[in-house]
């Protein structure tokens, strides 16, 4: 079971896509406890110096879907494993 799960959709230009992207690598650059500006409100996690990463990409017959994931242990003593 998940503690806690968010999800934001919504329409987009590429730039607002790049400066979304480009305030989160901003917030993995600094790690640490950072907030970010999802949808309507802001949340605030705390980043770890390693992450787990996932890349998919699906090619559909109307569409592509690019999905970037990053994984972290919210246990201090777990680090990053894969």
Do not use: N, Y
């Amino acid at each position: 079971m998940k503690d806690l799960e968010f999800e934001h959709k919504r329409s987009l230009s590429r730039l607002e896509a790049a400066d979304q992207l480009a305030a989160l690598a901003e917030a993995l650059r600094h790690g640490g406890r950072v907030e970010l500006q999802l949808g309507p409100g802001k949340l605030s996690v705390c980043i770890p110096d390693q992450l787990i990463s996932e890349v998919e990409v699906e090619v559909g017959d109307d569409q592509i879907e690019l999905e970037i994931e990053l994984k972290w242990s919210t246990t201090q003593s777990d680090g990053a494993k894969g």
